[in-house]
Nanobody, 121 residues
């Protein structure tokens, strides 16, 4: 069984910084693309950033220049460094991992439970 667990959310003032972490564990053969998504109240879930196993990064336009995504393949972990946070960044942030549980199986997407980020003075 696979688990994906996020950590690092919290309350921060506008202009502040937070780092989110997400680790995939359990029955894992290999991990492909990992990513961060967010969902604000009353809005659909949106992609924030993704990173492939080879390090190719895709950032949403709304966070370019402020957020950075990175990963540690040895630890099946992905990070989201968030700088210059704005009130509109307030949302539940979800991590996902596209992974294979064993050789020969098709990859499947696994989601974490989410972590709340609130940007407010």
């Amino acid at each position: 069984q696979v688990q994906v667990v996020e950590s690092g959310g919290g309350l921060v003032q506008p202009g502040g910084s937070l780092t989110l972490s997400c680790a995939a564990s359990g029955r894992i053969f290999n991990v492909g693309t990992m990513g961060w998504y967010r969902q604000a109240p009353g809005r659909e879930r949106e992609r924030v950033a993704t990173i492939t196993a080879g390090g190719r990064i895709n950032l949403a336009a709304s966070v370019e220049g402020r957020f950075t995504i990175s990963r540690n393949n040895a630890k099946n972990t992905v990070y989201l460094q968030m700088n210059n946070l704005k009130p509109e960044d307030t949302a539940v942030y979800y991590c996902n991992a596209n992974l294979k549980e064993s050789w020969g199986e098709d990859p499947t997407v696994h989601w974490g439970q989410g972590t709340q980020v609130t940007v407010s003075s």
